[in-house]
């Protein structure tokens, strides 16, 4: 952990108002005054070089990746997978086979909801998620809830909303399949003890899917140290583009779970009797990913380096 005074001589360095000036949008005046934007918690703004990144991409070397040989692929390829490494190093991650392009945290709750009733799931199972959750990591498990006849079961928090640790603990059991956790309340700002929350229910041998969604812009990630077995967020939410996200697992959980949608680049070969599904981490990235929204999230990520990253936060 950063001490007090290395944080404050860090921040020394940092003058707000020089980086206000990369964010084109807030350098306006609205209803007559200059801009004051406070709803990060919703989308944030973004930098001009992620901008300037995706716009780069259609004007220069506008390619489809993974599948040509011609040199635009070749630079969008390299461009996309850079960007998969970048994030592989921001939130800690052991490989980079563990990060899966998803189109924001609530699609990659679906593909785990998805593909844990479809595998992991039977009648009378149960789903431990928290009162505190947003609505992306409430319905998908319902939906799963009602394919499969497993049972969806919510800790209380207390009127400092809280979650009760005591009836967690309690709560954890052998029907305990999976526990799905919001990390920091996008309604209350509260910030649950994760990193012991995943020690208690991995004594039972029970996987845990963190939302990050929050929490990624707000403090560092280190996936390895929370020893989470899963971990989501959105890239808009991190001064990068809307409609991209990530989906982080661990290889060995990765390697266990279906295919979530059937497509391009998620096979290794295909007949009509018979597909072979393609390694990690394509085999979760069906169809013609979105392309320039990785680059620009892979360029928010340096930005965010850049500055190193303790000091806005």
Known sequence: MTSPLRLLNKMSHFDPG????????VNQDVNGYPLAYLDNGATT???????????????QYNANVHRGVHTLSQIATEDVEESRVAIQTFIGAADWRE????KGTTDGLNLLAHTFAQGRLQPDDEILISAMEHHSNIVPWQLACERTGARLRVIPMN???VLDQVVYKEMLSDKTKVVSLIHVSNALGTINPIKEMIRQAHERDIPVIVDGAQSIAHMPIDVQDLDCDFFVFSGHKLYGPTGIGVLYGKKTWLERLPPY????????QVTFEKTEYNDLPYRFEAGTPAIAEIIGLGRAIRYLDHLEFEEII
């Open 159 to 161: 009127k400092e909303g």
């Open 45 to 59: 703004q973004k930098p001009a070089c992620v901008i300037d990144a995706m716009s780069d991409y259609y004007q």
């Open 18 to 25: 020089f980086e206000r000036k990369k964010f084109p949008v």
């Open 261 to 268: 949608q059937g497509g391009g680049d998620m096979i290794r």
């Open 99 to 102: 990060v899966i392009f998803t």
